[in-house]
């Protein structure tokens, strides 16, 4: 099969998928929580406004029709307009977005990084002092509930030792041109290395407490396949031809060890959105997660669906896109 | 694929460290799950002040009197942790009852029937297990309103599709073996079938799904509960303190941050640990190990 | 001489002690030769094939002297040995699936050996050469750009072949290079090993455990027991005239070629334990000419008729 008609399968097999959970997303927001107006006008509003609203918001059709009008408007792109703001919810989400983006890549980064080299390292050194304190490391941190490790940190880089701020993406007194809303790309771009530090410095806690949370999985996972991976036949065969042991650890061993995990890492992007929820509200982070919290506070319920609808498309589509990677990396995948 | 809980993921953690077959580790988790459960019952004769009501000044470093210190309405830290495990374990059994109350029965039903309606329910049920938990329980602890039951609930629909998977797989598959096809020629009635032949069967597979339910419970909970979105306040609760103590990170109170959180990872290792062990013990062959 | 192991030695360090699958061998390869080294599944001709590049387990136990041309292999360190590894010594292993790694283009693990022990080679040079060596093989060198699972079992055989001959080794272990493979494909395979060498001018160690086929191609077979090499001899004396009780027997169980004679024979008995070796002749427990002394001392090695044998049978014989 080729690449081509690889990724349209997968994109096609996805849709009943997506069908169910928009209708599990209305049935959740609309059916259960008994009447949407009341929750937004409150109790004692006049019977003619409840009404009024009642029919601007499209509540006095039918169930079904309702439910038709609800799939249309997503697939328009249409999510609602918020109570709060009155601006539409898609706008809201898709300013909010990149700052998840960011914070969700930067900590996928660290994971990788913590899990590729000290899990390589860690098979290389099966059972020695650097393979233990991986186990060791991976127990606790995957016990620690994220925001809490996040309040840890800020404690200690935040308010004790001055390192790094405690919130935020950019300090008031830095200015930036805002092209992508990933800051650190738009700091570069624009070569504006005042941005581009003050931005880093603010990613960082966040960015690195999501990726320790993650890491430990990863940790894990390399370890355990590069072990795997280390025994085998063209290991050793790569070791015949006098190939240097770094090239045989991450040329042969690691990237082989990545297979199987690619696949899996599908399942992890679920708990790293889950994570990120936490630690945006941990680091006043002005992302999808802590917007949605906040909506939360204020009962806005558009807003809400649009946040759920978002991330559950957003799951989706990343489950797609590492299949999709998955084919590159493992060309058996497509054969 | 199958999502792994915080305990079947620790139990793989820690069988790595120690090995596996290790019966002292079951045995240490027992004991901080007993410690725990004491705390939880017990609460009103350990703890040494009233949790809600203010008993010093505010935001006090730990000191002789009170040796996890004062948060920032002059209420003991020591006594919100040792009731707070009441709201945690308290929210974490009624969550897994719910969740394992509804998800076993359709498994079963669903499994055993098979059909359109084995499909559909499937089909939503893997739905709900793609969504990411903690997001799906904000989405409706959000409509529901806080309140013991509705955390409960909240967390439970996160859970029941593990329920239903596990049951339905394993039905569905039991249900072709030879006694079960044999007592079907013999005569017995569905609900017979159901309730002799195959509900054993599939009883150790429920007995440690829900022991390794508890530690994501517990978690769930507290991250519910520390986005607001827990129980009332000024009931004691792990999460909800770490956020009301957050907002005193900056007078460097951390006390208010420390404990409540070593709280949450000690109840998370013990129930793993013993969870782990539980496994081991009742379903030595079922584990997939590499 | 090419290639020459004195007293060596490989023992592979284990929780119930050393085994013992290399003990005090001696062996050599002239340039040019074939040498066939045989026995039964177990007895450390992979050990020994592998430990020549010292590519066992970390913890392995080597002594003795191991020579290729004038450089003395056992007290090399990693670093050095692995210049000689692919650059000096070539290495065919038995499945070629499973020694081709899946997830890389064949090209790729053509460049990196090339770029290992020639680094300053162009990307242009590595592609030609690796061209050329397919083509040596029989494989068209645009396939380079494919998978090794794109390859049929022969395919990627040949492709080892053309990796191990890529730097032109002056000697290449091959281990079993066609026990995966089907009847008609081994003889191919054999032929262009066998054509391969005479034109790159290389020496070969042949393991294998099949005696009709070495014998056809090798100059020289060693026969080797539990560890031990028990015989020594050109391919005609130990196909005809073998003297080890050993070798008659291993020669016994060499599936006829005749149709109507498909009963396989097999050698009574299993090879010993190596952490744990019998005492005296290692292949005493399954001798059918056992004598006393057999199970006492170890038997020294002897010249008989041209062959080199270490067996009691024959002590007296010359002496
Ligand atoms: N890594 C190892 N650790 C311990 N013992 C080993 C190891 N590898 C091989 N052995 C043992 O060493 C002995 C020789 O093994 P070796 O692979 O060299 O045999 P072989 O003659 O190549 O057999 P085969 O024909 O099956 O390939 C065997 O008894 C084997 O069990
Ligand atoms: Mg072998």
New interface residues.
Partial sequence: MSLKSYIITRIILAL??IL??LI??FF??RI??GDPVLAILGGKAPVEVIEAKRHELGLDKPIIIQFFDYLGDVAKGDLGVSTLTNRPVWNEIKDRFPATLELTIFAFIIALVIGIFWGAEAAWRKDKPLD?SA??Y???I????V??LG??L??LF???LRWLP?GGRLSPRVSLDIKTGLLLLDSLITWNWEAFWDVLKHLLLPGITLGLVIS??FL?MVR?NTV?MLS???V??????????R?ILY??AV??AF?PIF??M??QF??L??GA??TE??FSWPGIGSY??LK??Y?DFPA?QGA?IF??LF??II?IIIDIVNAL????VR? | ?R??F?SE??G???S??FGTGTGWLTFVGALILIFYIILAVFSPQIAPYNPTERVGRSLTAPNDQFIFGTDNLGRDVLSRVIYGARIALMIAFIAVAIAAGVGVPLGLISGFIGGPFDRVLT??M???Y??????LA???A???GPGVINIAVSIAVVYTPTYFRVIRNQVASVKSELYVEAARALGAKNYEILMKYIFPNVLPSIVVVLSMNLADAI?TE??LS????GIAPPTPDW?FD??N??RF??S?A?WG??YP?IA??TV??GF?MFSEGLNELINPTIRER? | MIFEAKDLRIYYKTKKGYVKAVDNINFSVEKGQTVGLVGESGCGKSTFG?GI?K?LPPTTYYSGNMRIEDIELVGLN?NEI??????KI??I?Q?PM???????KIEKLFF??LK??EPDITEEEARERTAKVLEKVGIEPKRMSE?S??FSGGMRQRV?IA?ALVLNPILVIADEPTTSLDVIVQAQIMKLLNELRKEYDMSMILITHDLGVVAEMADKICVMYAGHIVEEASSENLYYNPKHPYTKLLLKSIPNTDINDLELKYIPGFPPDLSNPPVGCRFSPRCPFKKEICEVKEPPIVEVEGSKVKCWLYSGVEK
Avoid: C
Wanted: charged letters at 15%.
């Fill in positions: 009943p998928m169910v959970l599990l997303i959740i927001l259960i929580p233990i186990r060791v991976s127990i606790f995957y016990a620690i509930p925001f809490w309040l840890m800020q404690l935040g308010i004790y405690v430990s999985i894990r355990n795997l085998k036949d063209f050793k065969a790569a070791k015949a031809r006098g190939l240097k042991p090239v040329g042969h990237r082989n297979v696949t899996i599908g399942m679920a708990l959105l889950a929820v936490l509200t941990t949605l919290v939360i506070k009962r809400i759920i991330f559950a799951v989706v489950s990396v493992d060309p058996r054969y | 694929m999502k792994k915080i993921r620790l793989e953690f820690i790595d460290l089909l939503i893997d739905a709900i793609s969504f990411p938990g903690l997001i904000i989405a409706i959000a409509v529901l978690m507290a991250g520390f986005l607001g979105l999460g770490l956020s103590g957050q990170v900056l460097k951390w941050l420390l959180g949450i990872i998370v290792l793993s590499r | 592998q590049l590519i990693e692995r210049k000689i590894r692919g650059k070539g290495m292993f499945d499973t020694s081709l790694n899946p997830v890389m990196e050996t290992t022990h998978y699972f794109q080892m990796l």
